[in-house]
T-cell receptor, first 115, second 115 residues
């Protein structure tokens, strides 16, 4: 158990809908990262928050947004869902925001299926 | 260009034998970190081992060791005394300052341990 929690574990929804994925980082970690894992794209970094502020952005679609709250938990909002958004979404956390030595610990993931 | 290359899509290994998973990386940054993660069929991402670019010695963590050859830009993972529970997908990843410390993953290698 990494100490990172994600809810829900599974999510089934329809195209055009909006969903919210939730993540709680390990105790003491200030950074939260979101990743998408799909068969065709592999593991893709989406976005990072550090202590409530957006720190780095990756291949995140405009239909997706995220935020980190004062208690450091984070939410990833996915809207106008398409079939291609079906994937495993991971949240990870680390102590700091930057540094090549920062180890990211991953949550169990949320498996999203868009029908 | 691919930052992390894992050329072995799948490997079979006999129980109790050692297996080496290849990873080459591409960076011009003198300071970077290399990570290996394990993803069992259940889906979670488990951190295994870290190697910093300035580390003089190869990293070791229990049955995992990293064969770090900086000049060749390779960071191969060695799993010794393979166990059935080692059957999983293994990902090599890199974090570098010039990429804003985003974690870049390779495509992964599937390892199947045979009894």
């Amino acid at each position: 158990d990494s100490g990172v929690t994600q809810t829900p574990k599974h999510l089934i929804t329809a195209t055009g809908q909006r969903v919210t994925l939730r993540c709680s980082p390990r105790s003491g970690d200030l950074s939260v990262y979101w990743y998408q894992q799909s068969l065709d794209q592999g593991l893709q970094f989406l976005i990072q928050y550090y202590n409530g502020e957006e720190r780095a952005k990756g291949n995140i679609l405009e239909r997706f947004s995220a935020q980190q709250f004062p208690d450091l938990h984070s939410e990833l909002n996915l809207s106008s869902l398409e079939l291609g958004d079906s994937a495993l979404y991971f949240c990870a956390s680390s102590v700091g925001g930057a540094g090549e030595q920062e180890t990211q610990y991953f949550g169990p993931g949320t498996r999203l299926l868009v029908l | 260009a691919q930052k992390i290359t894992q050329t072995q899509p799948g490997m079979f290994v006999q129980e109790k034998e050692a297996v080496t998973l290849d990873c080459t990386y591409d960076t011009s940054d003198p300071s970077y970190g290399l990570f290996w993660y394990k993803q069992p069929s259940s889906g979670e991402m488990i951190f295994l081992i870290y190697q910093g670019s300035y580390d003089q010695q190869n990293a070791t963590e229990g049955r995992y060791s990293l064969n770090f050859q900086k000049a060749r830009k390779s960071a191969n993972l060695v799993i010794s005394a393979s166990q059935l529970g080692d059957s999983a997908m293994y990902f090599c990843a890199m974090r570098e300052r010039t990429n804003d410390y985003k974690l870049s993953f390779g495509a992964g290698t599937t390892v199947t341990v045979r009894a």
